[in-house]
Nanobody, 129 residues
Framework: EVQLVESGGGLVQPGGSLRLSCAAS????????IGWFRQAPGKEREGVSC????????HYADSVKGRFTISCDNAKNTVYLQMNSLKPEDTAVYYC??????????????????????WGQGTQVTVSS
């Protein structure tokens, strides 16, 4: 069974850091792009970052560039999102998603196709004093 399980969320003060994990199982990890999305109440879902597990190419939303880093551990079938310098506007439920990465498709383009892919249940990140 395909599963994506997020962990690592919690409450952190502005300027703090968190590392989210997405543990994947049930599919061929190397054939997929794995992305992080977030959604806050009353706001549209936002693509945060994406990585190709095969070649390591990455994409970041402008709002998180320089603060967030996505990485993968192929041996553990796990993708991480290191979040530094957190701001209150980063507060959201963070979701991990996966879609098969076809030849000729960039990591950025893959994010736009993840609606029909696999999704985890999400983990809450709250940035507050």
């Amino acid at each position: 069974e395909v599963q994506l399980v997020e962990s690592g969320g919690g409450l952190v003060q502005p300027g703090g850091s968190l590392r989210l994990s997405c543990a994947a199982s049930g599919f061929t990890f190397d054939d997929y792009a794995i992305g992080w999305f977030r959604q806050a109440p009353g706001k549209e879902r936002e693509g945060v970052s994406c990585i190709s597990s095969s070649d390591g190419s990455t994409h970041y939303a402008d709002s998180v560039k320089g603060r967030f880093t996505i990485s993968c551990d192929n041996a553990k079938n796990t993708v991480y999102l290191q979040m530094n310098s957190l701001k209150p506007e980063d507060t959201a439920v963070y979701y991990c998603a996966a879609v098969i990465l076809l030849s000729g498709i960039t990591t950025a383009q893959a994010m736009g196709h993840m609606t029909g892919g696999y999704w985890g249940q999400g983990t809450q990140v709250t940035v507050s004093s």
